[in-house]
C-alpha cells in the first residue's frame, strides 16, 4: 500500500498543513470513529418484517 517514505512525508504535510495541535484531536475523532462502527457492524439488526414477504405468488 504505502512504504515508509511515503507515510513519512504524508506525516510531515499534515504537521505542517494542520499544525501539531490538531493532529492529536483528529487522530482521537478518528479511533471514536472506528470504534463507533466496529460496534455498528457487531450490533444485531431486526429481521425485516414486512408484509410483502409474507404475500407471495404461486
Partial sequence: MFGSTELMIIVV?????F???????????????????EK????PTKPDTSDSDKHTLS
Fill in 40 to 43: 455498528g457492524l457487531k450490533k
Fill in 13 to 17: 504535510v499534515v504537521l505542517v498543513l
Fill in 19 to 37: 499544525g501539531s495541535a490538531a493532529v492529536p484531536k483528529f487522530a482521537r475523532s478518528l479511533g471514536q470513529a472506528k470504534s463507533e462502527f
